[in-house]
């Protein structure tokens, strides 16, 4: 009988033991700290300045317009006074100001011609080129080269080539793909103006309006 009681309290004891996390096997441990995510930039930027060594990087509002860049250009005349014959161009320097590889984009919108009145010449053009029904005819006749970084450039809906010489207004609300622009890289867009020497009378004080947005998209992976 005492033997008997001697394993019961044996084996309590050592379930005890268990139980109780009475081993203390060895241990280690180690800690890295100070993990951080942060987040990449994409910071496109516009050139206030195109001539050659002379780069100001803008933001919105101070992004330049065709005409700033033609004063600077020393070719005010060709694009406040324009003319059958005429052909000149702009530079627009843009830049990636972020740490992300980039796709620079061109968007020309918010067109509007306007006739301005009839002169004399343009009154006696065929087909009533002015009048107070007429929105002006400079938009359809101003033939626009766009090349970026001396390439042509795409349509981004369709992929197809932006056609030299390509009218204002056939430019309007299509999104044109520039080309890559990685992190703190620069590119250069030329835009060409033409008027060729057959236009004629029809757009005799004429006047045309756009905007044209710049855009920066992340490079998908």
């Given at each position: 009988m005492k033997k008997i009681l001697i394993s019961l309290m044996t084996l309590v004891v050592v379930a005890g033991m268990i139980g109780g996390g009475a081993?203390?096997?060895f241990s280690d441990t180690e800690t890295s700290t100070g993990n951080t995510f942060t987040a990449g930039t994409l910071d496109l930027?516009?050139?206030?300045?195109?001539?050659?060594?002379?780069p100001d990087w803008?933001?919105?509002?101070?992004?330049?317009?065709?005409?700033?860049l033609a004063v600077l250009l020393g070719i005010e005349d060709t694009v406040n006074k324009m003319k059958p014959g005429d052909t000149d161009g702009?530079?627009?320097g843009i830049k990636n100001a972020g740490s992300i590889d980039g796709i620079a984009d061109l968007h020309i919108k918010n067109v509007v011609n306007k006739d301005n009145g009839c002169t004399e010449p343009e009154a006696d053009v065929p087909d009533c080129s002015c009048g107070p029904d007429d929105g002006g005819e400079l938009g359809a006749n101003v033939l626009v080269t766009i090349l970026y970084n001396g390439a042509p450039v795409s349509y981004e809906a369709s992929g197809d080539p932006v056609l030299a010489d390509t009218p204002l207004d056939d430019l309007e609300c299509?999104?044109?793909?520039?080309?890559?622009?990685?992190?703190?890289?620069?590119?250069?867009?030329t835009m060409t103006f033409t008027i060729p020497g057959t236009v004629g009378n029809i757009i005799q004080s004429d006047s045309v309006e756009f905007d044209v947005e710049f855009s920066l998209d992340q490079v998908q992976p």
């Amino acid at each position: 009988m005492k033997k008997i009681l001697i394993s019961l309290m044996t084996l309590v004891v050592v379930a005890g033991m268990i139980g109780g996390g009475a081993f203390a096997y060895f241990s280690d441990t180690e800690t890295s700290t100070g993990n951080t995510f942060t987040a990449g930039t994409l910071d496109l930027k516009i050139d206030a300045d195109p001539l050659p060594g002379t780069p100001d990087w803008v933001d919105d509002p101070n992004v330049p317009n065709v005409n700033d860049l033609a004063v600077l250009l020393g070719i005010e005349d060709t694009v406040n006074k324009m003319k059958p014959g005429d052909t000149d161009g702009i530079i627009i320097g843009i830049k990636n100001a972020g740490s992300i590889d980039g796709i620079a984009d061109l968007h020309i919108k918010n067109v509007v011609n306007k006739d301005n009145g009839c002169t004399e010449p343009e009154a006696d053009v065929p087909d009533c080129s002015c009048g107070p029904d007429d929105g002006g005819e400079l938009g359809a006749n101003v033939l626009v080269t766009i090349l970026y970084n001396g390439a042509p450039v795409s349509y981004e809906a369709s992929g197809d080539p932006v056609l030299a010489d390509t009218p204002l207004d056939d430019l309007e609300c299509n999104n044109i793909i520039l080309g890559a622009l990685d992190a703190n890289a620069t590119g250069a867009i030329t835009m060409t103006f033409t008027i060729p020497g057959t236009v004629g009378n029809i757009i005799q004080s004429d006047s045309v309006e756009f905007d044209v947005e710049f855009s920066l998209d992340q490079v998908q992976p």
